[in-house]
């Protein structure tokens, strides 16, 4: 499977980030590399063979339904690039 | 001034004690020493002297009877202190001050440690060679033209230099082993749920964990005691009690069944990458030959799978990462691009702005391997494999008690000289990965030194929450090897 | 219309009225200033981690249960990944393909007809927060009070008929929520949210329509006005030989009409994989028993023993069950009062126009089912007239005073003495000359005109049977 530039392109914008001619042409290149490598995986027969998404076996956590202390205002807009009136302010989506 | 940092905790404890040293005191030699080497070293993401001593005088008014009482601590750039710079070092949480502690972190201030500043680290925890923090590179204390390896080679290095006494990292295909490794220090990584993972910032979740680095077995057992346990705010914290892992600290391995895995051996895991083993596993067989005259039992066992973890990681972490790292978008915290009119325009200029290369390279792939089309291939396969890799392990333990490894194929290697290779980098977590991916307890630990004086690491591996027969292993050895430890020169 | 059939499917978002959030502590509540509510894991800040609230778990198998709802023994929860503003971690923790349960059904009762539609499946997942756009300038405000509220997203089979049908299915199951007690169920307020899909197809054809997703409906009524028009203009389109396309559109409930939305948000990749934050749930068969053990009963078997036991029509016991205070009135009422029909009058007519007028339920109403009780005990000893009830139970509701204190308060207790009543009559006969000979000359309806002047002479306290009687009588009495 060999990936295009146009691919990087999509993915990039899926992932929001901005890449440029060069980098495009360079992930390509270096993804193209990687994805020959880890083909190694297709060629293991996997059938019956259930998907492992943790490491230990445990369940059910969860936790009562009580109140707690969260954050005041500004300790939440504390770090906020741009804010105003209490809210985090970011620019316009243009619909 | 005496410099106290170069102790280690149990030495400083018995000290502290015996001359009543207070924090200050601490602080001004952790000052004295950073002064002295930390330009060489440059371990260090984030320390201000100022603060550092402001806080030492604040403990100093505590009467602290915690288990770490005015014990240096150096805690990696990807663990959340209040107030304090919390970055990973990258450039998108530039200037970040986390509203809350780490759960480690609240646990540590509890034991009364005398928090130094934060270390150094590969962008997100992306690296095994501490070359791509926005900062510098950490230099490697033993030769500062090379690497500490990564992704904790801040922390690293730092103890090994002695400009701390304990440090945490964090270890999600090696981070905290391979370094220790490459320093000459102790480095652990924990089962999966032992230590909570609320507060450390994550790269990829069902893999991180926090552990100790430290600079004898002994400092590791203590600090792992503190740092341990079940966290309600983590849901993948482990509901187990913790045992005493000072009570692991017997000088015994009779009977003990180590295996070695026939995988493990050299050229067949690295194709045509293959970098010789040589004087790696001259000290391996040694340490081998030492613990059977000790009474312990090798057995041979396989691990079949092992050829494939490298690539099962590197799907399920990038993934992981891809989604991890969606929320560093400028909103709220870190970085934003300036002058940006529409939204998803600021979007993609932070994050093309912010990220280093290597970050950008780990999203952009596990943004595919999750897309639509390609999910079953690469992300369920990988899952799946995984499974496998764990079976190898459940497999193995039926057979054998620990399993001895090398920790990292090579001793630590010039600057600049990998990271234009992603995937020669990536080869360099060969034996450290399958740990994460099975979950197991992992601890590497200094066996000696190759011909130019670079360290080398023995790592022993566990079933899990066998952290005690680890403990046990590492400290056996430890305390009978013939070897001359040697302190780098700086 | 009569050439093609419709076919719609709705998708509820339902926030449950939980103290605390789906995955942290913060406070679960409508309003409050903005980001005052929040905490790290709801604000996605780096290091925080979810934890699932176990009350949002049971809430979510009563409903499950309530809609007959297969629940799974295994689910889990995924990670839908997009990136916007009012989504901190820009991605939403939702469910994909373990759910919390599968399968279901609601009947409605739609033009007489019953029906059932049927339920695909019920998800768990986190809301967004609010996203507030400046209109003067090219900012937008985020609010992340609502992230991490709790939802649940029950999908319906694409079996609904017509955009009645979809406002009958609406209703039945807010009835049926009301009567978990576990929402607030409120369009107005966001605690209920609607989406609806639909598509046309020529009468005969088996093959579905292109379906059209419809969202930003506010109201039940909005849901149906915006399906109106949709297949209208999907009929449109069809006969002036246009295809229909598939889109996202937003219904405009000022311009009454469903507008396409410009934006590329149309196909997402949502690349959803198990989050790795939270285990498997595995749900236990004691644990779905334990909550089905907790279910009050359900609308669909009240109505059935409304009808049996209490002889009420099809009609007045749906209207009963609609509104689960309102037939737990009916129910206390009845315990002191046992005409089942005359209590459902009043609570159907007077009473629920007072509440209406003052946008109160009947759990909120200062009027209590002993009172009312006592007041439909009052006219039935003709103490007062069911005219002066009316007026009685005006201050009742507005009040909470028992009719015995208004009625003693206002003196309007009936009067029922055949000698005031006939003094009365003698008054009004001689005082309207014309209306009594007009009247005797066979204009009978003249006797309306009298009996009324006599009610106002006695401030409407007459027995109106009295009162009748009294007039006929003396207007003889003057033929003679």
């Known amino acids: 499977m060999s990936i295009k530039k146009d691919t990087i392109r999509y993915v990039a914008d899926l992932a929001r980030i901005g890449l440029s001619e060069q980098e495009e042409e360079l992930f390509a290149e270096q993804l193209n590399h990687i994805l020959a490598y880890v083909d190694q995986l297709n060629k293991l027969d996997t059938k019956g063979i259930e998907p492992m998404s943790h490491a230990v076996s445990m369940s059910n956590v969860l936790r009562d339904d009580i109140l707690k202390d969260g954050l005041s205002n500004s300790d939440a807009l504390n770090n906020a690039p741009e804010k105003e009136d209490g809210s985090f302010k970011v620019p316009k989506i243009i619909e | 001034m005496e410099e106290f940092t170069k102790y280690t905790a149990s030495e400083l404890k018995k000290k502290i004690a015996q001359d009543s040293l207070t924090a200050s005191d601490i602080a001004s030699s952790v000052v004295t020493r950073y002064d002295k080497v930390e330009e060489k070293v440059k371990g260090f993401a984030h320390f201000d002297k100022l603060s550092l001593l402001e806080r030492a005088k604040e403990l100093d008014k505590e009467p602290c009877t915690g288990d770490l009482s005015k014990v240096p601590v150096v805690l990696k750039d990807n663990i959340c202190v209040k107030d304090e710079l919390t970055t990973c070092s990258s450039n998108i949480l530039a200037g970040f001050k986390p509203p809350y502690d780490a759960t480690v972190v609240t646990k540590l201030k509890e034991s009364g440690a005398l928090l130094l500043g934060k270390s150094n680290m590969d962008e997100f925890a992306f690296g095994s060679s501490c070359e791509t923090s926005c900062y510098y590179p950490t230099n490697n204390p033993y030769d500062i033209e090379r690497v500490p390896g990564g992704s904790s080679g801040g922390s690293a290095a730092l103890v090994a230099a002695d400009e701390t006494v304990l440090a945490l990292g964090s270890d999600t295909g090696g981070s905290i082993r391979q370094p220790a490794s490459l320093c000459g220090v102790v480095g652990m990584k924990p089962t999966y749920g032992r230590v909570s993972r609320y507060g450390l910032i994550a790269f990829g979740s069902s893999l991180d964990q926090i552990g100790p680095i430290t600079k004898n077995v002994s400092d590791c057992a203590g600090l792992l005691n503190v740092i341990s346990g079940h966290d309600p705010m983590d849901s993948t914290s482990a509901d187990i009690p913790v045992p005493d892992y000072m009570g692991s600290l017997v000088g015994n391995v009779k009977g003990l069944r180590i295996g070695i895995p026939k995988e493990y051996d050299t050229e067949s895991l690295f194709l045509d990458k293959v970098v010789p083993v040589n004087e790696t596993g001259v000290k391996i067989k040694e340490a081998i030959k030492l613990l059977k005259d000790l009474g312990a039992e090798v057995v041979d066992i396989s691990l079949p799978h092992t050829k494939y973890a490298v690539s099962v990681y590197y799907i399920v972490g990038c993934s992981e990462a891809s989604s991890n790292l969606a929320r560093f978008d400028g909103v709220e915290y870190g970085h934003r691009a300036k002058h940006q009119d529409a939204l998803i325009d600021m979007y993609k200029k932070t994050r093309e702005e912010a990220f280093g290369s290597e970050a950008k390279r780990r999203i952009i792939l596990g943004t595919y391997t999750l897309s639509s089309g390609y999910y079953d291939a690469y992300y369920l396969k990988a899952q799946k494999v995984r499974n496998l890799i764990k079976q190898d392990f459940d497999d193995a333990f039926s057979r054998c008690d620990i399993i001895l490894t090398p920790t990292s194929p090579e001793t630590a290697w010039l600057k600049g000289l990998k990271i234009k290779d992603p995937l020669l980098m990536y080869l360099s977590d060969i034996f450290t990965i399958p740990a994460n991916l099975a979950g197991i307890p992992a601890v590497s630990l200094p066996c000696g030194y190759d011909s130019k004086g670079l360290p080398i690491g023995l790592q022993f591996m566990a079933k899990h929450f066998d952290e005690e027969v680890l403990l046990r292993a590492a400290y056996t050895y430890e305390q009978n090897a013939t070897w001359q430890r040697k302190k780098p020169e700086l | ?480």
């Open chain 3, 1 to 480: 219309m009569s050439h093609y059939l419709t076919t719609i499917g709705l998708e509820i978002h339902l926030q449950f009225s939980t103290k605390t959030k789906a995955f942290c502590g913060c406070k679960n509540s409508f309003g409050g200033k903005p980001n005052t509510f929040v905490c790290p894991v709801c604000l996605g800040f780096p290091g925080s981690l979810p934890v699932l609230n176990s009350q949002y778990l049971r809430y979510a198998i009563k409903v499950a249960l309530a809609l007959s709802s297969n629940i799974s023994d295994r689910m889990k929860f995924d990670r839908k990944n997009y990136f916007y503003p009012d989504l901190p971690k820009n991605y939403q923790i939702s469910q994909y393909d373990m759910p919390l349960s599968l399968g279901g059904c609601v009947d409605i009762v739609c033009n007489d007809n019953l029906k059932r539609i049927g339920i695909t499946r019920v998800h768990m997942e986190e809301d967004a927060g609010k996203l507030i756009h400046s209109k003067s300038r090219p900012s937008s405000y985020v609010d992340f009070n609502r992230t991490g509220t709790p939802l649940l997203e029950i999908v319906s089979e694409p079996d609904i008929s017509s955009p009645e049908e979809a406002y009958q299915y609406l209703t039945v199951i807010k009835s049926i929520l009301k009567y978990l007690d576990v929402s607030d169920c409120n369009m107005e307020e966001g605690s209920l949210r609607c989406d609806a899909n639909i598509s046309i197809r020529p009468k005969g054809q088996k093959e579905l329509g292109t379906k059209v997703e419809l969202k930003n409906m506010n109201s039940f009524k909005g849901v149906r006005d915006a399906l109106i028009y949709e297949e209208k203009r999907q009929a449109r389109a069809l006969l002036a030989g246009e295809s229909i396309i598939q889109q996202t559109r937003l219904w405009n409930e000022q311009k009454q009409a469903s507008e396409s939305m410009r934006t590329k948000e149309q196909a997402h990749d949502y690349r959803y994989f198990p989050d790795p934050d939270l285990l498997l749930f595995t749900i236990d068969t004691a644990l779905v028993d334990e909550i089905r053990l907790t279910l009050p009963e359900m609308p669909k078997k009240k109505k059935e023993r409304f009808i049996k036991d209490c002889g009420l029509s099809e009609y007045d016991a749906s209207i009963l069950v609609s509104d689960r205070s309102m037939s737990n009135f009916f129910e206390s009422c009845m315990e002191l009062y046992s005409e089942p029909k005359v209590i459902v009058n009043w609570l159907t007519g007077d009473i629920q126009k007072h509440l209406n007028a003052d946008n109160l339920e009947f759990c909120d109403a200062k009027i209590t089912p002993q009172h009312l009780a006592e007041m439909l005990k009052l006219i039935d000893n003709n103490t007062i007239s069911g005219k002066i009830a009316k007026e009685v139970l005006s201050d009742m509701i507005r009040t909470g005073n028992s009719a015995d204190d208004i009625i003693k308060e206002k003196g309007l207790i009936q009067i029922s003495d055949e000698g005031a009543i006939c003094e009365l009559a003698n008054q009004v006969v001689n005082e309207n000359p014309k209306v009594a000979d007009d009247y005797l000359s066979g204009k009978t309806n003249a006797l309306g005109f009298l009996v009324g002047q006599l009610m106002k002479k006695s401030k409407g306290k007459a027995n109106p049977q009295l009162a009748n009687f009294a007039i006929k009588k003396r207007l003889e009495q003057k033929r003679v």
